[in-house]
């Protein structure tokens, strides 16, 4: 690995993970790495920790811990990322911190102060707060050591809610909870979920996981492709929202599973696109609302926004911007929202800086539509709207529409990432076009 940096120490070294990412994070013309042979899993003596190579797959770690009956703190909704490439770009479930939060110490092949190659491990201080969440900008990620947790079991089922003031109101009972906001009808849909009082999996646990896969994770997304991308029907879209997907949710059928089996989904099966936004817990029902209107209006152009939306948008001098978009656009998949507690890093998009300590909430917005133009120009109109006046912020796992100089006052602890990245990356090997746009170029001033 050290001669491989030695001999690219003027160019642009990046890393491949998974693939996972709808962004340029991996780019260059330069030297392209894949760790995929660095698997190595190491469980540390008191069972609360393990070390595992970069390159290892999130569902291969899964499933080593859980043969000693152990787990993650936290795992997002699919299991084929590297864990490198998740804790760097800050991969979160719900209900509990991102990934990133739970690593421990970190060790990164980078640069020294002359240039040499050298390999650290970061442990402590800010420099570990930086390698959390790091977007491969500090160095290649060879090991990553993280908090593990006793296997647990979660108990869940899906129940329709008549607002969001009834999803919120059961986040306490339920605090692993992921929701849904249901395009066309615009309804929400919750995925009701909590940690079980004890480690027994119920009796229709595999059918019902069986029934999610085939119904919901395969046909549903096949309907939805089909109707939405082939035959490009919003009628039928309509249709599947409004007449399907009510009859294929049991409100009463309640299982109980292990915590890595029932937090996965597979809605990765299909190739599609997302952006996913993070906003402060007392922003979400503002955010919520202006998604909603904004969603309603790419698909309808008479649709008549609030007197608020219209506000927020004159705000921000985006009239012009939203009256391109009218009636472009007809969003066809379900907009899922998950909580996330704050972190202690630098950069993840639930960062938490000084006293600040409140929750976020992520915002996915994913299309299955090609050509893509429509959906990225609402995507970007949403997401440079919501940065400016909602305190949103990117994932930067996910396509990223946005620079720096446009996102730069959202995070408070960028100024010290970008000073630790220059201590361990001097030449400034490690940035790509991605990371130049969107971490480190902040001056300047935005044009809408």
């Excluded at 009082?197 to 059918?207: F, I, T, V, W, Y």
Aim: charged share 25%; glycine share 8%.
């Amino acid at each position: 690995m050290l001669r491989i940096l030695e001999e690219h120490r003027t160019g642009t070294v990046r890393v491949v993970g998974a693939g996972h990412s709808w962004n340029g994070g991996i780019e260059t013309s330069d030297a392209l790495l894949d760790l995929s042979h660095f698997r190595r899993i190491q469980i540390h003596s008191d069972s609360r920790r393990v070390s595992v190579g970069g390159g290892c797959r999130i569902a291969e770690l899964l499933a080593h811990l859980g043969r000693r009956g152990l787990t993650l703190s936290s795992i997002g909704l699919i299991a084929r990322q590297t864990v490198a490439g998740a804790v760097a770009t800050g991969t979160h479930g719900s209900g509990r911190h991102s990934m990133s939060h739970y690593v421990e110490s970190v060790r990164i092949a980078c640069y020294g102060k002359e240039g040499e190659a050298e390999v650290r491990t970061v442990d402590s201080g800010q420099a570990l707060r930086a390698a959390r969440c790091s977007v491969g900008a500090l160095g290649v990620v060879l090991e990553v050591t993280l908090k593990c947790v006793p296997q647990y079991y979660v108990r869940e089922r899906c129940v329709w809610r008549p607002d969001l003031d009834a999803v919120l109101d059961n986040e306490s009972a339920a605090p692993l909870q992921q929701f849904y906001l249901i395009p066309h009808t615009w309804a929400y849909l919750e995925h009701e979920r909590s940690v079980a009082p004890d480690n027994r999996r119920s009796g229709g646990a595999m059918l019902y996981r069986a029934y999610w896969l085939v119904v919901i994770d395969v046909l549903l997304h096949l309907g939805i492709k089909l109707t939405a991308s082939l035959l490009r029907s919003r009628r039928l879209v309509d249709f599947i929202y409004r007449r399907l997907l009510p009859v294929c949710i049991f409100p009463k059928w309640q299982v109980t599973d292990r915590s890595d089996r029932q937090l996965l989904m597979r809605h990765d099966l299909f190739r599609h696109l997302e952006m996913e936004v993070f906003v402060p817990g007392e922003r979400l029902r503002p955010a919520l609302d202006f998604v909603s209107a904004v969603l309603r209006a790419a698909d309808n152009a008479d649709y008549e926004v609030s007197a608020g939306v219209c506000d927020r948008i004159g705000a921000v001098e985006m009239r012009d911007s939203f009256a391109r978009i009218r009636g472009s656009y007809s969003h066809h998949y379900p907009v899922c929202v998950r909580r996330v507690r704050p972190d202690d890093t630098l950069i993840s998009m639930s960062s938490c800086h000084g006293v600040e300590r409140q929750d976020w909430y992520a915002i996915s917005l994913i299309t299955f539509t090609e050509p893509r133009l429509p959906f990225r120009n609402v995507a970007r109109f949403l997401a440079t709207t919501m940065v400016r006046s909602l305190d949103a912020r990117l994932h930067w796992g996910k396509w990223h529409p946005l620079e720096a100089r446009q996102i730069g006052d959202s995070y408070p602890g960028l100024a010290a990432f970008q000073a630790i990245c220059a201590h361990f990356d001097p030449q400034g090997v490690f940035r790509n076009r991605f990371l130049e746009e969107t971490i480190f170029r902040t001056s300047g001033h935005d044009n809408p």
